[in-house]
């Protein structure tokens, strides 16, 4: 099993000078670092992070994973992000995108669910979330922002079995530069590929576009007591070389103990 972060994108609708991925959440922990973190915990053995908009803030931050580049993720959308990151792959894949703030349940349930997988949260939806609908088994029939009398939101994390991966590799090369990634599992799923929805509507699962999403993030996985061991506390963010200015305090608090410890 392999797992794809889709963070490429500039994430312009909030507004910071750095990778929207790199935004904190409670307790100082940015939203990729978190899922990584419950994506090794989940039992996965690769994951893969698709990265374009100042790329190397990412890498330096997680030198840990493995990287594609989208050199054209100023003019492409998610679907050619996650090409990227399949084009060689023969194995089962979860993927996510990168500002999808989740509880750690969640992607075990996507884990062990028997079919190629959606997560959804049956609920109203607003223009800009992504909606779906099922047919008469449950399997998703329509998926995308147009979907009309939608029965809830698709939250951006799903999951491709080995034995279609090939055919919706070809579904993305299919698609066009300015596509979501949904459009080409519409295209797989015309070529026979079924795509099974999860209702994950009792955990915590929100994706952070705009700044009122990043106000009810944190307020949703707010902690009541944070670690002492915490090196990086929540303070407003600071565009210092597009860092966030907890990140910048950690790695000079880092870099003050290695220098006290040589001593």
Request: proline share 5%; with cysteine; charged share 25%.
């Amino acid at each position: 099993m392999k797992a794809v972060i889709l963070a490429a994108g500039v994430g312009s609708r909030l507004g910071r000078p750095f990778p929207k991925c790199l935004t904190q959440m409670p307790g100082g922990e940015p939203i990729l670092g978190r899922q990584i973190r419950i994506l090794n915990e989940s039992g996965v053995n690769q994951v893969i992070v698709v990265v374009g908009f100042k790329k190397t803030l990412i890498m330096e931050q997680y030198p840990e994973a493995l990287y594609k580049y989208n050199p054209f993720y100023y003019i492409t959308n998610t679907s050619k992000s996650l090409l990227c990151a399949l084009e060689n792959v023969d194995d089962d894949v979860l993927w996510v995108n990168g500002d999808v703030v989740f509880d750690s349940q969640l992607i075990r349930d996507v884990l062990d669910h028997p079919f190629n997988t959606t997560a959804v949260d049956r609920k109203k939806c607003g223009a800009e979330e992504v909606k779906y609908t099922e047919d008469d088994l449950g399997f998703i029939a329509s998926i995308s922002k147009e979907v009309e009398r939608p029965l809830g939101e698709a939250v951006g994390v799903n999951k491709i079995q080995k034995n279609d991966i090939k055919t919706f590799i070809q579904a993305l090369k299919d698609c066009h530069d300015e596509d979501y990634f949904e459009k080409g599992m519409e295209l797989a799923i015309s070529k026979g590929v079924k795509f099974k929805a999860l209702d994950i509507s009792r955990y915590r699962c929100i994706e952070v576009d705009f700044e009122e999403d990043l106000i009810q993030a944190k307020d949703m996985f707010a902690i009541s007591s944070p670690s002492p061991a915490k090196l990086m506390s929540i303070k407003p963010e600071n565009p210092q070389n597009g860092l966030p200015i907890e990140l910048i305090e950690a790695k000079n608090l880092q870099r003050k103990l290695s220098k006290s410890s040589a001593g």
